[in-house]
């Protein structure tokens, strides 16, 4: 079946506008996360749900970051007012479960560049 | 979750084994390791994962030693398309998100 996609791939902002990044989990997964990566870096958490819930937003950097899931499969990851330091990649991954165990399966990622 | 330590970067030779190193020495009993890579402009891709028997798939092996403070990912017979940056990863059988560190940096020389 379909992977995680993630739209758009790449996106271009003028500091201070807001921006949204939407994640297509794999059909039927329960956990879904979404994750930073700067240039050279690994990627880093920012935040996770199970179903429509957001259990863990703790690697959010500012209240500037907002995520949701309403009805529990696609997610949008809003940025507000934006900043240079907001460029990075942002990837969502999903798993089928809420086990420790259950692999991540990521999307290509959302390329965001802040100018 | 426990620290992993990985060399930035390796080379290998086409069609020979490739074998990236992982120290982990603070593991604990409950954390499995995780192997992921990415190929650049993509997203991380789940390769293997253990707890501490040596496991081997289509893609990979993973050797894990009996004291589980380090780990070998094995690529048997590296190609060009193995190139790519390869996150080893320590993860509490309890925890959701992962801590990727920075990685190696594998490349494969023709």
């Known amino acids: 079946g379909a992977g995680v996609s993630q739209s758009p791939r790449y996106k271009v902002a003028k500091r201070g506008q807001d921006v949204a990044l939407r994640c297509d989990p794999i059909s039927g997964h329960v956990s879904l996360f979404w994750y930073q990566q700067a240039l050279g870096q690994g990627p880093e958490f920012l935040t996770y749900?199970?179903?429509?819930?957001?259990?863990?937003k703790s690697g959010l950097p500012s209240d500037r970051f907002f995520a949701e899931r309403p009805e529990g499969s696609v997610s949008t990851l809003k940025i507000q007012r934006t900043q240079q330091e907001d460029s990075a990649v942002y990837l969502c991954a999903s798993s089928l479960a809420t086990s420790g165990q259950e692999t991540q399966y990521f999307g290509p990622g959302t390329r965001l560049l802040v100018l | 979750d426990a620290k992993t330590t990985q060399p930035p970067s390796m080379d290998c030779a086409e069609g020979r084994a490739a074998n990236l190193p992982c120290n982990h020495s603070?593991?604990?009993?409950?954390?499995?390791v995780y192997w992921y890579r990415q190929i650049h402009s993509q997203g991380p891709q789940y390769i293997i994962h253990?707890?501490?028997n040596n496991e081997t798939n289509e893609m990979a092996s993973l050797i894990i030693t009996e004291d589980r403070k380090s780990s070998t990912l094995i690529l048997p017979h590296a190609t060009l398309r193995d190139t790519a940056v390869y996150y080893c990863?320590?993860?509490?059988?309890?925890?959701?998100?992962?801590?990727f560190g920075t990685g190696t940096s594998l490349t494969v020389i023709p």
């Open positions: 253990g707890l501490k």
């Open positions: 990863i320590v993860r509490v059988d309890t925890g959701n998100q992962f801590y």
């Open positions: 749900f199970q179903n429509e819930a957001q259990l863990d």
């Open positions: 603070t593991i604990s009993g409950n954390e499995y």
